[in-house]
């Protein structure tokens, strides 16, 4: 049982990095992005590439972060100079990509057992591989939301917040959405990407089909991340994200253990973040039904 | 200051919605120049305004600011000299970012973006004691999301930030319209008080007759996309709203039916 929970925690540092870039643009830009979906499987595609290639685990890492961002970038020039909804420009990035993940692999799927990946030196120093995978999840976790922290707080991090919260004002102000919309995408595209790179290695294979649901995933973790950690600090919030991640994999986990077929899973993940989303719906729904039960009383 | 040059504009072009929204419109603000400018619904005074502020592209004419000419320039890069107020209080803040942050990103209006802090401590000082010229008591609550602020408060904070850094022309749209009948004199109070420490070039959209009378040095009433009358100097002090309609009734040869302007 510690085994499987430990397990998912490990595997919830590596997507805490991709539900930060969800966090990104559903958040901050106020973008539902589907580009992930595609930038997801990319970061993964180019790790697995570069390492039976025999690059440098740490270099086929940072490649992942540029194909990422390359993507992010593509979705955002749709978005903006061609004018294409958000949704749908996300949507066509994806749909691209999955056959250019093709080209990168070569073919569907790449097996990287007994490869050196990013968390074989952390192996050799005696970890075993759960540890390792958790130890670097965590640094590059951290790391990341420091960077954040930093980031959103400078001119041009303000710049982007306020584009997803008020566009207009924020063109009246003399900034161009367009440039702050797309800087959103590429930072998002490329921690996504990244989160792919370490996956893919963790699990040592990468596979096309792996972001199908993906942004379903993310979505999940943010709203976890908010209902249970959530703060009105911004740090805190970051912090909420990871833990939402971590715990979406271990209510997974458990869920899995208690007997449920994983076909059933992204069914699973479907329903619960379509109950998250509704949650301010609902509640509305409840509150006289609240107030009469009160009256009665 | 501002020259608007021969500008027609019209929406949906071609299509049985097409409609003139300005019709060769020439106007011309004088550094320090306070205007009000009514008119009916559809008269086109919100338009000019865009149109200035370069929210619309112009289908002819120009429009000089400052002897630069921007017909050709986008919104954001227009914003560098323009200071602007919307009609809806939501429109001119981040809700979701505090009271500061808002003011340091129009603090930084017309400047380069860089990697440097959004917000220094020097900054909050200033905006403290720019805030308590408002006395609406923003000055203790910087940190406080701006969201959470009173339709008239966010329409002082945005006027404040429209002026925060001395803009060539202020463009105020109807900015009062959709405050409840005590809030708006006080935000009117506010505006004079901003446009008169600053000598401010300002363009007021109203449909409140009264206000229009009352405020700025100038007015101008467009009917159907036209400037009708101009009218400034002693002759405006002396403007009544009766004198404004006969005015209007002579100048358009129509009555001025529109309960809005006449009610308000």
Redesign the interface.
Known sequence: MLEILLGAVSLGTLWAVMTIGVFITYRILNIADLTVEGSIAMGAAIAARGIIMGMNPYVTTLLALIGGMAAGLVTGLLHTQLKIPALLSGILTMIALWSINLRIMGKSNISLLRMDTVYTMLENMGLNKTDAVMVLGLLFVLAIIILLYWFFGTEIGCAIRATGSNPRMVRAQGINTDSTIILGLILSNGLVAVSGALIAQSQSYSDVQMGTGAIVIGLASVIIGEVLFGTKKFFGRLLSLALGAITYRIIIALVLKMGMPANDLKLFTAITVAVALSLPVLRQYFMPLRKSFKEVE | MLRVNNVYKTFHTGTVNEKIALYNVNMELREGDFITLIGGNGAGKSTLLNCV?GVYGVDQGTIVIDANDVTKL????R??V?G?V?QDP????????GIE??L???Y????K???????TRKERNLFREQLERLELGLEDRLQDKVGLLSGGQRQALTLL?ATLKKPKVLLLDEHTAALDPKTAPKVLEITEQLIQASNLTTMMVTHNMRDAIKHGNRLIMMHEGRIILDINGEEKKKLTVEDLLERFGQASGEEFANDRALLS
């Open positions: 502020a986008p919104e954001h890069k914003a560098s323009l602007r919307f939501m429109m001119g803040t981040a809700a979701n970012m942050e808002n340091a990103l129009a930084r209006r017309g400047q973006r860089s990697l440097k802090w959004g917000i930030m």
